[in-house]
């Protein structure tokens, strides 16, 4: 199983999300920026490490949602959210197509990569819950 840690990166109302490229597996769908741990690292240290090789910002992890397993064809994954601060730097596109910074309301016009599904439902509800 391929643990896969990913950011919710909450700005002013409005929440990060990217877009894979041609290059990359699941090519073109979105997704919440991160990726896969590696041998030794806690969730916190790889989803830091990845949000700063992709995107060149920092973030800083503060509440884990609970993660989503999704079988694709040649590998099963489990994504591991965490809703994280932006803690600084200027956003560049170092893996990624696109990025956006999108309301709760446009989360769902979004073409995501399958495992993230459940996870913008579980964002979406708490967002609704925060009032
Ligand atoms: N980062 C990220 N990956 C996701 C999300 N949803 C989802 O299904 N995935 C899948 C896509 C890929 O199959 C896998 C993550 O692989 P990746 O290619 O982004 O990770 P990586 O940068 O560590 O990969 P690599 O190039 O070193 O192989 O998880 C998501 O919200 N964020």
Known sequence: ??????????????????QRSEQMR???????????LEAGETEHQG???EIKEELGIDVQPY???????HPYPNHTIVLIPYLS????GVISLLEH??????TPDELADFN?????????????????NRG
């Open 1 to 18: 199983m391929i643990e896969v840690v990913c950011a919710i990166v909450e700005q002013h109302g409005r929440v990060l999300l990217t």
């Open 26 to 36: 699941e090519s073109m769908l979105w997704e919440f920026p991160g990726g896969k």
């Open 47 to 49: 989803l830091v490490r």
């Open 63 to 69: 509440h884990r949602l609970d993660p989503v397993q």
């Open 85 to 88: 601060h932006y803690n600084g």
């Open 97 to 102: 197509r696109a990025y956006r910074w999108a």
């Open 112 to 128: 995501w990569c399958p495992a993230d599904v459940l996870i913008v439902e579980a964002y979406l509800e708490l967002v609704k």
